[in-house]
């Protein structure tokens, strides 16, 4: 024990002579939640729309006018050239064409289902998919309120609607820094535990220190344990710097148990530094080190579903995320932080990442040779 | 230029390019690493990254249970967005279903739904969306609300006619099919050139500063500017080869060819290479040791450019302030020029604008790079 402790103290000396590491450690979170975390939005509002309105009547002005109130839209362009609408369309400058035909108001008076177009440019599919909604659900107003006006008229009598409400509960306005911060928290730990810890050993190869050690009588698990410990703690402080910035800067709220996250943290921390001290052993030069681990952290943490849901990846990618301990990681946060889910909620997740942790140690005593 | 060098340089110069090549054809992994990662990314990323949603998870709390809202619910989970993982039975439920993620989404049919939809023309449904997720929160409930206004729709249609006065049609440009792909190809080619020729470099260079070996060729007959241009030569032709081998892949894996003029694309991205290589100089001559060339790399590089190249997060729907922030970002232009020819198949006269941009921030990064390695060398 007393072995373990003077490696430790050894360890933190060296990193923190350093003096780009330790300005580093703090350095990096702060850059990454002042400027990061308001930037990664899927939010989308003024959708930038052009009108061609070829029939201008007091109905297509009417569905004009009904688009320009609506926070979604802003018509940058109206113009009666589909040819010029379309350029526009090419070089970026509008998002959506609406094209309103002529005889548009004729066809709603004879009843004759009014025809307009809309165009999107869809080469961002999820923005084409939300633009269309917004659209489509202005103009399935837009019809309703025509068909009351009609029947009226008529007076058929009330037809049957079904009314929709709903709510977006722990996020009640879809902010979507609430999403996104413990995402980059996830990044920030996991980059820390790979890359400081693995060059670190591979480091110690490279300029020979490492034989040092090997030929003094401390025993393998006591020198994978003194790699460990003290990236674990530096991992938990910048998790813990990181929450203090997200609460100073964005107010994130933290329905959960703080200690229930940072047992979790632990746990994920020593599967991080399991699996960097065993790449450690497989590479001789920090290059070839960091390499392999540029590799893994983004596929890590790009599958992890960082910013897209991991549950509408295909199967095989689920799969593989059941190795993955990001992708744990990133789940568990933001259940804990934004939902207030408790222990029994994430057993399931424990359970897993404990076997990865496990294997990832066990692994790297294992690998670790005390001979050249 | 050529006939302001002397033939004994020329040939030093190449012998020191070869020596370059060497040094990295010597070490497989460094070359599976090379070529590997972008292969491999492009793959994964291309197909397990999706934006769109499948097959959410929801759950029915039914407190009519009528023939309608069996309908609905048929309706909603025979849809390919949605699977029914469970129905409930009481509200307190809702919070624990969510709290286990087992669900994206609640939707509770109101008491007698049916009865009132016809008797009183009018009944309630309400969706409860799991918003720690706003993006699948957002179109779990428009996909949900769109549902069920169609199924509205078919219901009045067989009493009376004229009640859909206007029928929208919709036509999706570029990709008809809504893939992403189209987002995530090109930009998984900005990101990948960025990391190999930037992180390459000044890890190359630094790595001859770290072990003191720049010295030794400092002291050599070879000109500084030879070094360096010696250094970046071999990644410039290896990242053309890993742009071809990106767009084979992308043609055959995915079906998306290069629309445009692949001779344009490929000078532009020429462009491109020289400015990440210039970065990566830059970067050289700011770190002392590799570890911190591959903090700047990654803290300067990676993020931002996915972040601001607009690839995942639509730039022109971050905060104003963003927008210009990613003004000066390299990659915003470059993945704009990228799907402009492989996408759109436009040709220069729509992106001379971010091709001068692009050439004037190549040329002040090796500007700066060279001015910086200069005074090192005093």
Same mark, same amino acid.
């Given at each position: 024990?007393?072995?373990?402790?003077?490696?430790?103290?050894?360890?933190?000396?060296?990193?923190?002579?350093?003096?780009?590491?330790?300005?580093?450690?703090?350095?990096?979170?702060?850059?990454?939640?002042?400027?990061?975390?308001?930037?990664?939005?899927?939010?989308?509002?003024?959708?930038?729309?052009?009108?061609?309105?070829?029939?201008?009547?007091?109905?297509?002005?009417?569905?004009?006018?009904?688009?320009?109130?609506?926070?979604?839209?802003?018509?940058?362009?109206?113009?009666?050239?589909?040819?010029?609408?379309?350029?526009?369309?090419?070089?970026?400058?509008?998002?959506?064409?609406?094209?309103?035909?002529?005889?548009?108001?004729?066809?709603?008076?004879?009843?004759?289902?009014?025809?307009?177009?809309?165009?999107?440019?869809?080469?961002?599919?999820?923005?084409?998919?939300?633009?269309?909604?917004?659209?489509?659900?202005?103009?399935?107003?837009?019809?309703?309120?025509?068909?009351?006006?009609?029947?009226?008229?008529?007076?058929?009598?009330?037809?049957?609607?079904?009314?929709?409400?709903?709510?977006?509960?722990?996020?009640?306005?879809?902010?979507?820094?609430?999403?996104?911060?413990?995402g980059i928290l996830v990044i920030l730990v996991t980059a820390i535990g790979l890359l400081l810890a693995g060059l670190?050993?591979?480091?110690?190869?490279?300029?020979?220190?490492?034989?040092?050690?090997?030929?003094?009588?401390?025993?393998?698990?006591?020198?994978?344990?003194?790699?460990?410990?003290?990236?674990?703690?530096?991992?938990?402080?910048?998790?813990?710097?990181?929450?203090?910035?997200?609460?100073?800067?964005?107010?994130?709220?933290?329905?959960?148990?703080?200690?229930?996250?940072?047992?979790?943290?632990?746990?994920?921390?020593?599967?991080?530094?399991?699996?960097?001290?065993?790449?450690?052993?497989?590479?001789?030069?920090?290059?070839?080190?960091?390499?392999?681990?540029?590799?893994?952290?983004?596929?890590?943490?790009?599958?992890?579903?960082?910013?897209?849901?991991?549950?509408?990846?295909?199967?095989?990618?689920?799969?593989?995320?059941?190795?993955?301990?990001?992708?744990?990681?990133?789940?568990?946060?933001?259940?804990?932080?934004?939902?207030?889910?408790?222990?029994?909620?994430?057993?399931?997740?424990?359970?897993?990442?404990?076997?990865?942790?496990?294997?990832?140690?066990?692994?790297?005593?294992?690998?670790?040779?005390?001979?050249? | 230029?050529?006939?302001?060098?002397?033939?004994?340089?020329?040939?030093?110069?190449?012998?020191?390019?070869?020596?370059?090549?060497?040094?990295?054809?010597?070490?497989?992994?460094?070359?599976?690493?090379?070529?590997?990662? $972008?292969?491999?990314?492009?793959?994964?990323?291309?197909?397990?990254?999706?934006?769109?949603?499948?097959?959410?998870?929801?759950?029915?709390?039914?407190?009519?249970?009528?023939?309608?809202?069996?309908?609905?619910?048929?309706?909603?989970?025979?849809?390919?967005?949605?699977?029914?993982?469970?129905?409930?039975?009481?509200?307190?439920?809702?919070?624990?279903?969510?709290?286990?993620?087992?669900?994206?989404?609640?939707?509770?049919?109101?008491?007698?739904?049916?009865?009132?939809?016809?008797?009183?023309?009018?009944?309630?449904?309400?969706?409860?969306?799991?918003?720690?997720? $706003?993006?699948?929160?957002?179109?779990?409930?428009?996909?949900?609300?769109?549902?069920?206004?169609?199924?509205?729709?078919?219901?009045?249609?067989?009493?009376?006619?004229?009640?859909?006065?206007?029928?929208?049609?919709?036509?999706?440009?570029?990709?008809?099919?809504?893939?992403?792909?189209?987002?995530?190809?090109?930009?998984?080619?900005?990101?990948?050139?960025?990391?190999?020729?930037?992180?390459?470099?000044?890890?190359?260079?630094?790595?001859?500063?770290?072990?003191?070996?720049?010295?030794?060729?400092?002291?050599?007959?070879?000109?500084?500017?030879?070094?360096?241009?010696?250094?970046?030569?071999?990644?410039?032709?290896?990242?053309?080869?890993?742009?071809?081998?990106?767009?084979?892949?992308?043609?055959?894996?995915?079906?998306?060819?290069?629309?445009?003029?692949?001779?344009?694309?490929?000078?532009?991205?020429?462009?491109?290479?020289?400015?990440?290589?210039?970065?990566?100089?830059?970067?050289? @001559?700011?770190?002392? @040791?590799?570890?911190?060339?591959?903090?700047?790399?990654?803290?300067?590089?990676?993020?931002?450019?996915?972040?601001?190249?607009?690839?995942?997060? $639509?730039?022109?729907?971050?905060?104003?302030?963003?927008?210009?922030?990613?003004?000066?970002?390299?990659?915003?232009?470059?993945?704009?020029?990228?799907?402009?020819?492989?996408?759109?198949?436009?040709?220069?006269?729509?992106?001379?604008?971010?091709?001068?941009?692009?050439?004037?921030? @190549?040329?002040?990064?090796?500007?700066?790079?060279?001015?910086?390695?200069?005074?090192?060398?005093?």
């Amino acid at each position: 024990m007393r072995t373990i402790l003077y490696l430790v103290r050894k360890e933190f000396t060296q990193i923190f002579r350093n003096r780009f590491i330790s300005r580093a450690i703090f350095g990096i979170p702060l850059v990454q939640m002042i400027i990061l975390v308001p930037a990664v939005t899927f939010e989308i509002d003024n959708i930038k729309l052009c009108v061609i309105d070829k029939d201008m009547t007091s109905e297509s002005r009417d569905l004009v006018s009904r688009l320009q109130g609506s926070e979604f839209f802003l018509i940058s362009h109206t113009t009666f050239s589909e040819q010029e609408a379309d350029d526009l369309l090419h070089k970026n400058r509008c998002d959506l064409i609406l094209n309103i035909p002529r005889g548009f108001s004729n066809d709603i008076m004879t009843e004759n289902r009014a025809k307009v177009m809309v165009i999107a440019n869809a080469i961002n599919a999820s923005s084409a998919q939300l633009s269309w909604a917004y659209i489509s659900g202005v103009l399935r107003d837009f019809n309703a309120d025509l068909v009351m006006d009609n029947l009226s008229v008529k007076s058929i009598g009330t037809l049957p609607t079904i009314k929709i409400t709903n709510r977006f509960w722990y996020n009640p306005t879809l902010n979507y820094k609430y999403y996104m911060l413990p995402g980059i928290l996830v990044i920030l730990v996991t980059a820390i535990g790979l890359l400081l810890a693995g060059l670190n050993v591979v480091k110690e190869k490279e300029m020979g220190t490492i034989e040092q050690l090997n030929v003094t009588p401390i025993r393998k698990y006591q020198f994978i344990i003194a790699k460990l410990v003290p990236f674990l703690v530096i991992g938990l402080v910048d998790l813990a710097f990181g929450l203090l910035l997200g609460k100073i800067l964005f107010d994130i709220p933290f329905a959960g148990s703080l200690g229930l996250l940072f047992f979790f943290a632990v746990l994920y921390l020593i599967a991080v530094l399991g699996l960097a001290l065993f790449l450690s052993t497989l590479s001789s030069t920090q290059q070839q080190y960091l390499f392999v681990v540029f590799f893994i952290l983004l596929i890590f943490i790009l599958m992890s579903g960082i910013f897209t849901p991991a549950e509408s990846m295909p199967l095989w990618a689920q799969k593989f995320n059941l190795v993955n301990p990001a992708a744990y990681f990133m789940r568990v946060i933001r259940m804990i932080m934004l939902k207030g889910s408790g222990f029994i909620d994430i057993l399931p997740d424990i359970r897993g990442l404990a076997i990865i942790a496990l294997t990832t140690v066990s692994l790297a005593i294992w690998r670790y040779r005390k001979r050249v | 230029m050529p006939g302001l060098i002397k033939p004994t340089d020329m040939k030093r110069f190449l012998g020191f390019v070869k020596k370059e090549f060497i040094h990295i054809f010597r070490d497989l992994r460094t070359l599976i690493i090379l070529f590997g990662i $972008p292969a491999a990314q492009i793959i994964i990323f291309g197909y397990a990254v999706r934006t769109d949603i499948k097959n959410a998870s929801i759950a029915v709390y039914d407190l009519s249970g009528d023939e309608v809202t069996r309908d609905l619910t048929d309706r909603l989970s025979s849809s390919e967005f949605f699977i029914l993982r469970e129905m409930i039975d009481s509200y307190d439920k809702v919070d624990e279903i969510f709290k286990s993620s087992k669900v994206k989404a609640v939707i509770i049919f109101d008491e007698e739904f049916g009865r009132r939809l016809i008797s009183e023309g009018s009944a309630s449904v309400e969706i409860i969306a799991d918003g720690s997720e $706003p993006n699948v929160a957002n179109m779990v409930t428009n996909y949900t609300r769109a549902i069920i206004a169609e199924y509205n729709q078919d219901l009045n249609k067989s009493p009376g006619e004229g009640l859909i006065l206007i029928e929208p049609e919709v036509r999706m440009y570029y990709n008809p099919n809504l893939e992403s792909q189209f987002m995530f190809v090109p930009g998984i080619i900005t990101i990948v050139l960025m990391l190999i020729c930037a992180l390459m470099t000044s890890i190359t260079i630094t790595r001859e500063k770290e072990f003191g070996t720049m010295e030794v060729l400092l002291v050599s007959p070879l000109k500084p500017i030879h070094i360096i241009l010696g250094k970046v030569t071999p990644y410039f032709f290896l990242s053309l080869v890993d742009l071809i081998i990106i767009l084979l892949l992308s043609w055959l894996v995915f079906g998306l060819p290069v629309k445009g003029s692949l001779l344009l694309l490929m000078l532009i991205t020429m462009l491109y290479i020289l400015l990440a290589l210039s970065l990566g100089i830059l970067i050289s @001559t700011i770190s002392k @040791t590799m570890q911190q060339a591959m903090f700047i790399s990654l803290a300067g590089l990676m993020l931002p450019i996915i972040i601001f190249s607009g690839f995942i997060f $639509p730039i022109e729907y971050m905060p104003p302030i963003y927008n210009w922030i990613s003004t000066v970002i390299p990659a915003r232009w470059f993945v704009t020029i990228i799907k402009n020819i492989m996408v759109k198949g436009t040709g220069i006269t729509y992106i001379w604008k971010e091709t001068l941009i692009l050439s004037g921030m @190549t040329i002040l990064f090796i500007v700066v790079s060279a001015k910086r390695f200069r005074i090192r060398l005093q």
